[in-house]
């Protein structure tokens, strides 16, 4: 026998009830944000119950060092990095350092409907936890109903005002960072210059995580 049939093993899964869910960040990427910030793009899979295997895509993550937002973008990605697992007393050098350290980390998000500006609904994430013992829980709270809806998909462009620990979400616009000047100042790197241009990754390996 080559294998057994099982609709619950198959492409194109997707959430369709808002909840708290275990997952495994599949991707996370360092970019800038349409405004010229820095930030991270993560992508994440549910890794237990019945929607296992489900993506949770377009989640940003910005960093924003001016003097007002300093303070809450130091917050927002320590939530995140705490509730992957990642100890206290680790210094953070830079956003691709970060990237490097969360992909493939296990963690709990919890995603609640949000209407876009086209009308249709998506799958926001919210908050950030750590792993949920007892498993994902989805909370049976479906798609709002809406005129605008004309099919299923749980992700997009996150448009939705700011809620929990991150920002309006922009669009990608380049891998750059265009304000590493004002970056290197909020992350000191112990008087160790930077590179102006595009910071590499770092080797996993090397990292104090």
Known sequence: ??????????????????????????????????SGNPMIEFNYEVLDGQYAGAPIRYDYAVWNDDEDHFDLSVRRFNTIMIASGIPSGKAVENLPQVASVMNGRKLAVSVDWEESQNGNWYLRVKSYHKLLQEGSQPNGKTRPESGQNSHQSNFGGNRGQATGYRQQAPQAQNNGFNSQANFNAAMPTNGQPQQPQQPQQPNADDLPF
């Open 1 to 34: 026998m080559l294998f057994t049939t099982d609709e619950n093993n198959v492409f194109g899964k997707s959430l369709k009830e808002a909840g708290t869910y275990n997952v495994r960040v599949t991707s996370a990427v360092a970019k800038n944000s349409k």
